[in-house]
């Protein structure tokens, strides 16, 4: 079962594969902005995958499309909503609430 620690909280849990970054924070109290109600509308979903990168499935042109526009981000941003697990990864949730 895949594990997911959530930045900054500290905060790790077991995930199920197909799992997104979202649901599971809001499934374990970790503190996360989604005002588009995870639809891939917004983004202050946006997290940066600081280990495991491979284990997230890879963005669709939406997704991407959303990230482009964010001033901070990296070669490793993310929307929560759209982060699909495969393997253990750990995130920092940038727009924390």
């Given at each position: 079962?895949?594990?997911v620690r959530?930045l900054?909280?500290?905060?790790e849990?077991?995930a199920r594969?197909?799992?997104?970054l979202?649901?599971?924070?809001?499934a374990?109290?970790v503190?996360?902005?989604h005002a588009c109600?995870g639809?891939?509308a917004?983004t202050?979903c946006?997290?940066?995958?600081?280990?495991g990168?491979?284990n997230?499935e890879?963005?669709?042109?939406d997704e991407?499309e959303?990230l482009e526009?964010?001033e901070?981000?990296?070669?490793?941003?993310?929307?929560?909503?759209q982060?699909?697990?495969?393997?253990?990864?750990?995130?920092?949730v940038?727009?924390?609430?």
């Amino acid at each position: 079962m895949p594990k997911v620690r959530f930045l900054p909280s500290g905060i790790e849990v077991n995930a199920r594969e197909g799992e997104t970054l979202l649901d599971l924070a809001l499934a374990n109290d970790v503190s996360i902005q989604h005002a588009c109600g995870g639809f891939c509308a917004c983004t202050t979903c946006h997290c940066e995958v600081l280990s495991g990168f491979e284990n997230i499935e890879k963005p669709d042109d939406d997704e991407s499309e959303r990230l482009e526009v964010l001033e901070n981000r990296t070669e490793h941003s993310r929307l929560a909503c759209q982060s699909k697990i495969k393997g253990d990864v750990t995130v920092r949730v940038v727009n924390f609430e």
